[in-house]
C-alpha cells in the first residue's frame, strides 16, 4: 500500500526565511504527486502538483516542489516566506493500479511564520 | 464558479444522536470524497464514490457510519448514533475523472462536536 511521509509536523520559521517541507512516498511505479494548503480555519487548496515533465514543479504564492524519482520525494520550497504563508501543508500521493487510483495524503506539516 | 458547498458548517449535537452531513460536489465532477480530519490522525479518507457509486469504503470506521450518493449532485454522511470520539472537521471533495490523477477540490468542511 502506498504511504506518505512529511517528517516535520511543526515548523516555526522568521519572515523572510528560506522553507523546505519534506515529503517521502513509498511506491515503485509511476506517481502523480500534490501538495496542499489549508489556511488556519479554512479548506484544503492545491498549491501544485506534479504528473509528468519537468520534475520541478512551480505552483501559487512563490512555492516550488522538486520530484526526485530516486528518493522518492517531492519536497516543497519557498526562498522567503511571509506571515500569510502560516498554514498547514500537506503532501498527497497518487498511485496505483486498475480503475481506481487512491490518493493517499500525509500528515502535514503546520508552519507558523513569525513576523 | 460555485465550489463544493458542505453543510451544516457547524454541529453540535448529545452522544447517541443521528448525524447528517450534507455535500455538493462541484457540476460536472464525478469523483466525490468524504474525509475526516482529527489532531490525532490528521485527514483520513472514509469513502470514495465514482458515478454516484461507491468504489473505496475501507476507511469507513464502522457501522455507526453511512454514505450515500443518490445523484451526481448530492451525498450524505450519517453517523447513528453519534459518540464523543466522532468529533472532527469532516470535509467532502470532488473532481473529475478516477481518483487519482486530477487535484481535489474542497468544501470548507462541518465541525462536529459530540458531546
Known amino acids: 500500500a502506498q504511504s506518505v511521509s512529511q517528517h516535520n509536523h511543526h515548523v516555526i520559521l522568521s519572515e523572510a526565511a528560506s522553507l523546505e517541507l519534506g515529503c517521502n512516498y513509498s511506491y515503485g511505479g509511476t506517481v502523480n504527486l500534490f501538495w496542499y494548503v489549508q489556511y488556519p480555519g479554512q479548506h484544503l487548496q492545491l498549491l501544485l502538483k506534479y504528473f509528468s515533465g519537468d520534475p520541478l514543479v512551480k505552483g501559487i504564492k512563490g512555492f516550488e516542489a522538486e520530484f526526485i524519482k530516486s528518493k522518492f520525494s517531492f519536497n516543497l520550497r519557498k526562498p522567503s516566506v511571509q506571515w500569510s504563508d502560516t498554514a498547514e501543508y500537506f503532501c498527497?500521493?497518487?498511485?496505483?493500479?486498475?480503475?481506481?487510483?487512491?490518493?493517499?495524503f500525509g500528515t502535514g506539516t503546520k508552519l507558523q511564520v513569525i513576523p | 464558479d460555485a465550489g463544493v458547498i458542505q453543510s451544516p458548517r457547524h454541529e453540535v449535537t448529545e452522544m447517541g444522536q443521528e448525524v447528517t452531513l450534507r455535500c455538493k460536489p462541484i457540476s460536472g465532477h464525478n469523483s466525490l470524497f468524504w474525509y475526516r480530519q482529527t489532531m490525532m490522525r490528521g485527514l483520513e479518507l472514509l469513502i470514495y464514490f465514482n458515478n454516484n457509486v461507491p468504489i473505496d469504503d475501507s476507511g469507513m470506521p464502522e457501522d455507526r457510519f453511512s454514505a450515500k450518493m443518490p445523484n451526481a449532485s448530492f451525498s450524505t454522511l450519517k453517523i447513528q448514533p453519534s459518540e464523543p470520539r466522532d468529533s472532527a472537521v469532516y470535509f467532502c471533495?470532488?473532481?473529475?475523472?478516477?481518483?487519482?490523477?486530477?487535484?481535489?477540490?474542497f468544501g470548507d468542511g462541518t465541525r462536529l462536536s459530540i458531546l
Open positions: 498527497a500521493v497518487n498511485a496505483g493500479s486498475g480503475g481506481y487510483q487512491k490518493v493517499t
Open positions: 471533495a470532488s473532481t473529475i475523472g478516477g481518483a487519482g490523477n486530477q487535484p481535489q477540490h
